[in-house]
């Protein structure tokens, strides 16, 4: 598995978002057929999977907890249709 980086493909929509919001940093990667977008706010970090052709594996999970959040941090998972979404309050 592998997380390409495809933010440049969604400037236009990150940039709105970080002008509205009180977010510092989005990334946007896909890991095969799944869409991971990656926000990051002041006291935590969010990262939504999307994949609309299968459900999303306990593999792709565990390959995102691994590289996108700190050894230290836990993250809380909630599903909504296709999307899931891992929440964690950021590191001091």
Known sequence: MHLVDVTNSYADQIHRELVTTPL???????????????????TEDTVAITNRHRPVTPAELAYIREHLFAPTQSPVMARKGATITLTAERCA
């Open 24 to 42: 510092r940093f989005i990334q946007v990667y896909t890991l095969g057929n799944s869409l991971v977008t990656h926000r990051r706010g002041a």
